[in-house]
Protein backbone atom coordinates (compact mmCIF):
# COMPACT_ATOMS: atom_id res chain seq x y z
CA UNK A 1 0.00 0.00 0.00
CA UNK A 2 1.56 3.41 -1.22
CA UNK A 3 1.21 6.35 1.16
CA UNK A 4 0.25 9.95 -0.53
CA UNK A 5 2.34 12.67 1.37
CA UNK A 6 0.23 15.57 2.21
CA UNK A 7 1.66 19.02 3.55
CA UNK A 8 1.09 18.81 7.53
CA UNK A 9 -1.38 21.78 7.34
CA UNK A 10 -3.62 18.30 6.34
CA UNK A 11 -2.84 16.52 9.50
CA UNK A 12 -5.95 16.28 11.35
CA UNK A 13 -5.64 16.21 15.32
CA UNK A 14 -7.69 14.02 17.43
CA UNK A 15 -9.25 15.18 21.06
CA UNK A 16 -6.53 13.06 22.50
CA UNK A 17 -3.29 14.76 22.61
CA UNK A 18 -0.42 13.37 20.34
CA UNK A 19 -2.83 11.74 17.90
CA UNK A 20 -2.83 12.73 14.36
CA UNK A 21 -4.55 11.33 11.33
CA UNK A 22 -4.25 11.48 7.78
CA UNK A 23 -8.28 12.18 6.15
CA UNK A 24 -9.13 9.08 4.99
CA UNK A 25 -9.04 8.52 0.93
CA UNK A 26 -12.68 7.41 -0.42
CA UNK A 27 -12.87 7.07 -4.35
CA UNK A 28 -16.25 7.43 -4.38
CA UNK A 29 -17.25 3.64 -4.62
CA UNK A 30 -17.30 1.09 -1.91
CA UNK A 31 -14.39 -1.47 -2.68
CA UNK A 32 -14.24 -2.95 0.37
CA UNK A 33 -16.52 -6.53 -0.32
CA UNK A 34 -18.93 -5.20 2.58
CA UNK A 35 -21.91 -3.91 1.78
CA UNK A 36 -23.97 -2.77 4.85
CA UNK A 37 -27.37 -4.03 6.00
CA UNK A 38 -30.48 -3.05 8.14
CA UNK A 39 -29.12 -0.29 10.50
CA UNK A 40 -25.49 -0.31 10.10
CA UNK A 41 -23.04 2.31 8.11
CA UNK A 42 -19.35 1.24 6.80
CA UNK A 43 -16.84 3.90 7.18
CA UNK A 44 -13.26 3.98 6.29
CA UNK A 45 -11.50 5.82 9.72
CA UNK A 46 -9.25 8.25 9.41
CA UNK A 47 -5.75 6.52 8.99
CA UNK A 48 -3.00 7.21 11.48
CA UNK A 49 -0.30 9.05 10.74
CA UNK A 50 3.29 7.35 10.05
CA UNK A 51 5.06 10.61 10.95
CA UNK A 52 3.34 13.26 13.79
CA UNK A 53 3.51 17.21 12.73
CA UNK A 54 6.76 17.11 15.25
CA UNK A 55 8.30 15.20 12.97
CA UNK A 56 8.67 11.64 15.03
CA UNK A 57 8.56 8.86 12.93
CA UNK A 58 6.17 5.82 14.14
CA UNK A 59 6.11 2.23 14.20
CA UNK A 60 3.54 0.39 12.09
CA UNK A 61 1.90 -1.07 15.27
CA UNK A 62 1.17 2.69 16.20
CA UNK A 63 -0.07 3.54 13.09
CA UNK A 64 -2.89 0.61 13.15
CA UNK A 65 -3.57 1.08 16.93
CA UNK A 66 -4.00 5.20 16.11
CA UNK A 67 -5.87 3.96 12.73
CA UNK A 68 -8.32 1.63 14.95
CA UNK A 69 -8.81 4.04 17.45
CA UNK A 70 -10.19 7.25 15.05
CA UNK A 71 -13.04 8.52 15.81
CA UNK A 72 -13.05 10.26 12.63
CA UNK A 73 -13.74 8.90 8.73
CA UNK A 74 -15.48 9.06 5.88
CA UNK A 75 -19.03 6.83 5.37
CA UNK A 76 -18.18 4.26 2.27
CA UNK A 77 -21.90 3.05 2.33
CA UNK A 78 -25.20 3.57 4.59
CA UNK A 79 -27.91 0.59 5.15
CA UNK A 80 -31.09 0.72 4.21
CA UNK A 81 -32.62 0.88 7.85
CA UNK A 82 -30.24 3.49 8.76
CA UNK A 83 -31.40 7.07 9.82
CA UNK A 84 -34.77 6.16 9.65
CA UNK A 85 -36.10 6.23 13.09
CA UNK A 86 -34.64 7.37 16.83
CA UNK A 87 -34.29 4.71 19.19
CA UNK A 88 -37.46 5.52 20.99
CA UNK A 89 -39.55 5.30 18.16
CA UNK A 90 -40.12 8.79 16.27
CA UNK A 91 -39.04 9.59 12.75
CA UNK A 92 -35.46 10.57 12.38
CA UNK A 93 -35.44 14.18 11.48
CA UNK A 94 -31.74 15.38 11.45
CA UNK A 95 -29.49 15.18 8.64
CA UNK A 96 -28.87 11.39 7.15
CA UNK A 97 -25.14 11.19 6.44
CA UNK A 98 -24.22 9.91 2.76
CA UNK A 99 -20.55 8.38 0.86
CA UNK A 100 -18.48 10.66 0.77
CA UNK A 101 -19.23 12.87 4.06
CA UNK A 102 -16.36 12.89 6.86
CA UNK A 103 -18.44 12.41 10.12
CA UNK A 104 -17.34 11.84 14.00
CA UNK A 105 -18.29 8.55 15.84
CA UNK A 106 -17.72 7.13 18.96
CA UNK A 107 -14.48 5.89 19.61
CA UNK A 108 -14.04 1.90 19.31
CA UNK A 109 -17.46 1.36 18.47
CA UNK A 110 -18.67 -1.21 15.72
CA UNK A 111 -16.56 -4.07 14.25
CA UNK A 112 -13.59 -3.50 12.59
CA UNK A 113 -12.92 -5.28 8.90
CA UNK A 114 -10.24 -5.96 6.64
CA UNK A 115 -11.72 -5.39 2.86
CA UNK A 116 -10.40 -6.72 -0.17
CA UNK A 117 -8.97 -3.72 -1.27
CA UNK A 118 -6.30 -4.10 2.29
CA UNK A 119 -7.90 -0.99 3.81
CA UNK A 120 -9.67 -1.24 7.50
CA UNK A 121 -12.91 -0.29 7.65
CA UNK A 122 -15.43 0.18 10.81
CA UNK A 123 -19.47 -1.39 10.70
CA UNK A 124 -21.21 0.80 12.79
CA UNK A 125 -25.00 1.06 14.11
CA UNK A 126 -25.87 4.30 12.87
CA UNK A 127 -26.37 5.40 16.85
CA UNK A 128 -22.37 5.61 17.05
CA UNK A 129 -22.28 8.34 14.30
CA UNK A 130 -22.07 11.80 16.22
CA UNK A 131 -21.80 14.50 13.51
CA UNK A 132 -21.31 14.90 10.10
CA UNK A 133 -18.66 17.37 9.03
CA UNK A 134 -19.93 20.46 7.14
Request: hydrophobic letters at 30%; one cysteine or more.
Amino acid sequence: MQKTILPLSQILKSSDKGREYWKAEYSGKNESGFSPVGDKVLIIPDQGADTTSGGVMLTPEMIERHTLASETGVVVEVGTGAFGFHADGSKWNGPKPKPGNHIYMQRYSGIVLYGKDEKFYRLVDYSCIGAVEQ
